[in-house]
């Protein structure tokens, strides 16, 4: 192998307009003690020699979300494979259960969570939640909200904190509760 020569770099020298925006910036700072100023003259006449400053003296920057790294959207949501969810209308075994009746909404939302983490670091595959089909309407009091959980739980399995566990969801087959639980499809986990 034979080395090319190393030729010196050649220094760029700025433009006109890099020169004029250099000195309004260095207008805007005060020297370290010991170091002078830029002598006003001096200043003026590499003005002069510059061409018209642009009507935007700072260089158009990309935008700062273009800049930043992105950070990946959460993974979309998907509905169970047809032949799993066949298998498991026509009585198929789920890896898990987990039973909501009767907690309240930040205990239930808690329980959740860590339930999904734990069968997901189990390796489960599906796991079934029993949100209850909530309150007849005659059995709830006035100003009372009917069947929370089972408004909130799909909600709560779409949230952001949840997709890298939950693939997706389905409303479970009468032979699991009906409207009252969900299928709950689990990632591998990594």
Known sequence: MTESPKRPRRKRGLTSEEKVLWKAVAKTVSPLPGRARLEESEAAEDVREAAPPPSD????LRKPSSLAAKAPAPPPLAPLEPKLARTLRRGGEVDGRLDLHGYRQDE???????????HQSRGSRVVLVITGKGRREADVPMFEERG???????????EPVLRNIVIGFSEASQA???AGALYVRLRRSR
């Open 57 to 60: 003296p700072l260089p158009k």
């Open 108 to 118: 239930a939302h808690s329980r959740l969570i860590r339930f999904l983490q734990e």
């Open 148 to 158: 929370v959980l089972k408004r909130l739980v799909p909600v709560w399995l779409a």
């Open 176 to 178: 699991h509760g009906g």
